[in-house]
């Protein structure tokens, strides 16, 4: 799966948050962007995505070593043709 092109379809789920989500914990505004999956490792069913956009552009707490990237669930990821 490594170095696999997705996009991101869904955040937990779902295509929108909760009415109480907080702005930096809103990861939903990250549907439809880009990323690559860049560690071998599956850790609950979540790979770790490297997004094509600055996650601080969004104001997302992003606290991962490598910088704009987050584990994201495989179910929430489309799989892109390259």
């Known amino acids: 799966m490594k ?3 997705v996009t991101l379809k869904s955040f937990l789920g779902t295509v929108t948050p909760k009415k ?3 702005e930096n914990e809103n990861y939903w505004q990250l549907i439809g962007q880009k990323g690559r999956i860049i560690d071998d490792r599956m850790i609950n069913y979540r790979v770790l995505v490297l997004f094509e956009s600055n996650l601080d552009d969004y104001k ?3 606290h ?3 910088k704009n990237s987050l584990w994201i669930k495989m179910s929430d ?3 892109e043709n390259e």
Do not use: A, S, V
Request: zero cysteines; proline letters at 7%.
């Open 3 to 5: 170095n696999r092109l």
């Open 20 to 22: 109480d989500t907080l």
């Open 60 to 62: 997302l707490e992003n």
């Open 64 to 66: 991962n070593p490598t």
């Open 77 to 79: 990821l489309k799989i």
